[in-house]
């Protein structure tokens, strides 16, 4: 009986099957001798004469150096082990250069069947992108998730102590100071469901995955109702904000993100534990970029109080809680912008949200 895999019927059957297939003769005078059935010439594109052997595979369908020397290593070591245990085939998924500068997810098999060596290509494409987009939901999710208890907790420490100091005080208030705290109690509460509120409305529950939606903000109104939110404490503090916008004054961009970011801006401030101090927010409208800055003037970080935040400099106070402003930019740098710190050299600290635009339009 004939061997198959000796004669050119082989060949013709490769060409009947649908799954891209290289056939590699593993002759002595041509070890190297590559076979590309139609199915691989109309999925993945190359031909025998871009690749003639099997470097030249390697280095087109793996362009990137460090990469390549990563598939080879591991192509290298599963054909080893297989050698080893007796088995005639090992696989490996790779992400593959196609000859049409796309990028395509294939299960890769080699199967030795006597003098040829078979390499056949099965399509994850689906899967893998699949994979990812459920790993960005579930990053996502943890994230968000860290969000709301950071700044879920401001507002309900607040309501704690408050409610301390009723207990404690637990005489005749004056019904003026009554009122106070009753108000006081009212807007921490209403802050602390505004968030949560915001949060589950931004997360499409049946996606699993946060939604970004760019509106014009007007800021004039937007930094209005935050301040409500911080006034009590920057009282207490003599912290005074104070806006200094330049026309057009608005920013395009998606509201929950930057009330995260200005949130988690202020309260780091806050809690840093300094008095008498003019907190300025400006605005920038560049061709490219708009920007809002938060500008402290008498805050100066160390270089050697380390967070990365990208920038003129890493520095953060280690004294604060700087998580949410870690989650402020990770949030951020995925949704077209930018978290950067500046050191002033009139002793102050600005941080600046950075939209770019050609990112949110």
């Avoid at 990028?103 to 056949?120: G, H, R, S, V």
């Avoid at 996502?140 to 860290?146: G, T, V």
């Avoid at 208890?149 to 401001?154: F, G, L, S, Y």
């Avoid at 998606?254 to 003019?278: M, T």
């Amino acid at each position: 009986m004939k061997n198959l895999t000796d004669s050119a019927d082989f060949l013709k059957i490769a060409d009947l099957i649908v799954t891209p297939l290289i056939v590699v003769k593993n002759a002595s005078s041509n070890p190297d001798h590559l076979y590309f059935n139609k199915a691989f010439i109309t999925q993945i594109g190359y031909t025998v004469n871009s690749v003639p052997n099997l470097t030249a595979w390697f280095e087109k369908a793996y362009p990137d150096e460090h990469y390549r020397n990563e598939i080879i290593y591991c192509w290298n070591k599963r054909k080893a082990i297989s050698e080893e245990r007796g088995h005639s085939n090992f696989h490996l998924e790779a992400r593959v250069f196609c000859a049409d500068e796309s990028y395509c997810w294939y299960d890769i098999y080699e199967t030795q069947i006597n003098n040829l060596t078979i390499i056949t290509f099965l399509n994850i494409d689906d899967m893998e992108k699949k994979n990812e987009l459920l790993i960005n939901a579930i990053q996502q999710k943890n994230l968000l998730l860290s969000i709301i208890a950071h700044d879920v907790r401001d507002p309900l420490l607040n309501i704690r102590t408050l409610l301390d100091n009723l207990s404690y005080k637990n005489l005749d208030l004056e019904k003026r100071k009554f009122d106070k705290i009753v108000s006081d109690l009212d807007l921490r509460v209403d802050n602390a469901i505004n968030i949560v509120n915001s949060t589950l409305l931004r997360i499409g529950i049946e996606r699993g995955v946060f939604i970004f939606q760019p509106d014009v903000i007007d800021l004039e109104l937007f930094l209005k109702r935050r301040y409500e939110d911080f006034s009590r404490r920057m009282e207490e503090k003599n912290i005074q904000l104070i806006f200094k916008l330049e026309h057009p004054k608005a920013i395009y961009y998606d509201r929950f993100i930057l009330e995260i970011a200005f949130v988690n801006i202020i309260n780091y401030i806050i809690n840093d534990n300094k008095q008498n101090s003019d907190i300025i927010i400006s605005n920038v409208d560049e061709k490219r970029f708009s920007s809002l800055i938060i500008t402290d003037e008498r805050l100066r970080y160390e270089l050697d109080n380390n967070i990365t935040l990208p920038g003129n400099h890493t520095f953060v106070n280690e004294k604060s809680d700087n998580s949410g402003l870690i989650g402020a930019q990770k949030i951020i740098e995925e949704n077209g912008g930018q978290l950067l710190t500046h050191n002033k050299s009139y002793n102050g600290a600005a941080w600046e949200i950075r939209i770019n635009k050609q990112d949110v339009l």
